[in-house]
């Protein structure tokens, strides 16, 4: 795990705290905390509702344009790095939904419906890539559309030439990830909703110890907070370290 700068401790969420979480310097080992997150990934469905927005206001407000009934224009693009959000708002968006890291070719993709959603498209096989040009194609002359992802903007993907330019016309955005201060102040949205009451430490010592993506650090909340009433006891710091380093049941 990368060793990130930390923000300022000063502007951590300040509320009242049960406990005074002390500074310690063990930490799980990777792949039990792999392990960890994929068992807490949140159960809650991905929603417009539910996303964390930062300094994507313009992204959301055109693809909300976008998906608009009385919207026609077939192709809507988001790029941007990983955790900023990409996947989130394609399954978001309720288009029939594929991602082309599990299946590059496509080959699962819904023959029928108006909209479309393809995820990571710098993932397609040569075949992935026939049937995206293709899917394009079927949509724009049915009036249907397409919301596609990538880590890159569509010019700079290493993809067949005809599906690059289609992918290129598109309405295209860039997601920006959120910076250390958002994650914090949206982490205390979270934790204050659910009645939790964590000390400003309790946020640095998740930031030293676990992936900084919004969905890691929700589902780490999640457990925490669970943790807590399941075990009837208080967040102290050996809770925490029994949270980090033992996966739940969901």
Known sequence: MDHLALPDPESYPKWPSRVLIAPQTDKPDPPRMRQLILDLLPEERPSFENFVAGGNAEALTGLAAWLAPV????????????????????????????????????????????????????ALSARGQISLFNLINRLCASGGRLLAAASVPPLQLRLREDLRTRLGSSLVYRLQPLSDGEKLAALGEQARARGL?????????LFLRAPRDMRSLTALLMAIDRYSLEHQRPVTLSLLREVLQTPLER
């Open 71 to 122: 919207n026609r224009e077939p192709l809507f693009f988001l790029w941007g790095e990983a955790g900023a959000g990409k996947s989130h708002l394609l399954q978001a968006s309720e288009a029939a939904y594929s991602d082309a890291r599990i299946d590059p070719d496509l080959a699962q993709i819904a023959p029928d419906g108006c909209t479309h959603a393809v995820d990571n498209v710098e």
């Open 197 to 205: 009451l964590l000390p400003a430490e309790a946020f640095a010592y």
